[in-house]
Structures are given as structure tokens and as C-alpha cells.
């Protein structure tokens, strides 16, 4: 069975991104040559898993579909939009859609996110594991880690990271 693995950034107050989707405050801990375990990370994963707002963001870093190399499931409540080459659009049952998909062959399952989309997979008890990196930082208002209803959901820290930019990463599996 394949992983789900939610890789993500926070802030200290627990978003992952300003109001209006915002990740500028990402930059702020840019140091040469340190990437944080991204590269490491992006070769055990073959699919990514994101909302639609999500995917704008992440498509227009990339000039188009995002994370070459991988296929994208982007969950959308609206009409969809055509496939494209690396995105396809999922509406339904995003649960049972993702508990089909980490039954198939292939490498880990990568939830990019956003909150809601996180509390989802929470609630339906398909998270295998969460990397989150801690921003040394207080947004006060933005997009939560996890939306309003998340269940409580004991996870177990095996490794906690600390680098001299002033992030914590955090490594839980759900045991």
C-alpha cells in the first residue's frame, strides 16, 4: 500500500499560508545550497494531491501544470476543468478517491494540501505520515493547517530537525 505523506510548511500559529494564499514568508529562510530534505523527499513520491487554489499557486510557479515528473490530482467542488498532461481534476468522494489510489502500484502519495483538504484526509484516517516545517514566525491570520473539524488524531514525532535559519521540521508518522 502506498504512503500519503502531507509535506508542509507552518507558521508558529499553525498556517500554511497568508489570507489570500500568500507564501511569501517562505522565503524568508532561503539559504543557499539548504533545501530542507525537499529534493530527498520529491524523488519518493510519484502523485501529488491538491485543492484548487493549491494548484493555481503551484501552477504558476511552474508556467503551467505543477511538479513535472508527477501525476496531480487537484479536488475541485466546481465544474472541472479538461485534463491536462500532469493534472487531473477529481470531484466526489476525495476520500474513497485517495483510499483507491494508495491501493495502486507505485511510490509515496504526496498531499500538498490546503487545510481543507488536509482535514479530509485526517478525518478518513488516510495520513501515513506528515513532515511539517516550522517557520519561526506568527502569521496572525491566513489558511490553517487544518480546517475547522479536524479530529483528534495522536501522531508520534521520531524525528524533530532544527537548522541554523531558525526552522524545526518535524517528522510524525501516524502510528
Known amino acids: 500500500m ?14 500554511i499560508a497568508g489570507p489570500n494564499g500568500e507564501i511569501d514568508w517562505i522565503e524568508s529562510a532561503n539559504k543557499e545550497g539548504e533545501d530542507y530534505g525537499y529534493s530527498a523527499f520529491i524523488e519518493t513520491i510519484d502523485t501529488t494531491l491538491m485543492g484548487t487554489a493549491t494548484y493555481r499557486l503551484a501552477a504558476s510557479f511552474e508556467g503551467g501544470d505543477p511538479y ?6 487537484v479536488f475541485t467542488r466546481q465544474s472541472p476543468p479538461p485534463d491536462t498532461d500532469r493534472s487531473r481534476f ?18 509515496g502519495i504526496w498531499l500538498v494540501g ?7 484526509m485526517l478525518n478518513a484516517g488516510l495520513i501515513d505520515e506528515m513532515v511539517v516545517t516550522l517557520f519561526p514566525l506568527v502569521l496572525g491570520r491566513g489558511i490553517p493547517l487544518f480546517a475547522p473539524g ?4 495522536p501522531f508520534r514525532t521520531v524525528l524533530a530537525q532544527t537548522f541554523d535559519t531558525g526552522l524545526v ?5 501516524n502510528p
Open 90 to 107: 477529481v470531484t466526489g468522494d476525495i476520500a474513497g478517491f485517495v483510499r483507491d489510489l494508495k491501493a495502486r502500484d507505485g511510490l
Open 68 to 73: 513535472p515528473g508527477k501525476t496531480n490530482y
Open 114 to 120: 490546503g487545510g481543507q483538504i488536509n482535514t479530509v
Open 2 to 15: 502506498r504512503k500519503l505523506i502531507l509535506y508542509t510548511a507552518a507558521s508558529l500559529d499553525g498556517y
Open 169 to 173: 521540521q518535524w517528522t510524525l508518522p
Open 150 to 153: 479536524a479530529d483528534l488524531t
